[in-house]
């Protein structure tokens, strides 16, 4: 028999203001077959390795006489695992996911994720200089030595530098 499957909705992956340990996005492929007494099961194949998160896919409602199937897929992606991606940087991941009956009959169609970075601000330890008394009261530091951020290729500098002075913050 003959069937099809309608194109792709999707959602997009976001952090959000207040960011939960885990992202997750989910959509729904559309199908119908026409013949009375088929089945179907769906195959999910990553065209690429080392992709973040996992995708998983089930058929939510099934076809037969020409009704509306439906193939339901959920995103999931740890956030420590996104936490490299600077602002406006993406990463894009792409599945295929292949439905077919108990007759041989077989679609595929492509899920395609884009994964956004937001601008995550840096940190930095507290930083100690010590001087002894009785002495010249010199101590030196870079602040720099004890700050990072997670974004990749973000660069830190230092906008305002100052200088101490004995008995005054600053």
Not at 55 to 71: E, R
Request: net charge negative; no cysteine; aromatic share 10%.
């Amino acid at each position: 028999g003959f069937w099809h499957l309608d194109e792709v909705s999707l959602g997009l992956l976001s952090e959000e203001p207040v960011v939960d340990d885990f992202q997750h996005t989910s959509g729904t492929l559309e199908f119908t077959d026409v013949d009375a007494s088929d089945g179907h099961g769906v195959a999910i194949e990553a065209r690429a390795d080392a992709y973040l998160g996992s995708l998983q896919a089930f058929i939510g409602s099934d076809s037969f006489d020409g009704a509306t199937g439906a193939v339901q897929w959920v995103f999931s992606a740890d956030n420590a695992s996104l936490q490299f991606l600077a602002e406006a940087q993406t990463l894009e991941q792409v599945y295929d996911l292949t439905l077919a009956d108990a007759y041989g009959g077989m679609a595929t169609r492509s899920v395609t994720l884009t994964l956004h970075g937001v601008n995550d601000a840096p940190e930095f330890d507290d930083t100690f200089a010590y001087v002894e008394e009785d002495g010249e009261l010199v101590a030196s530091g870079n602040v720099l030595d004890n700050a990072f951020d997670v974004d990749a290729n973000d660069v830190l500098t230092v906008t305002t530098p100052g200088t101490l002075t004995p008995g005054k913050s600053g």
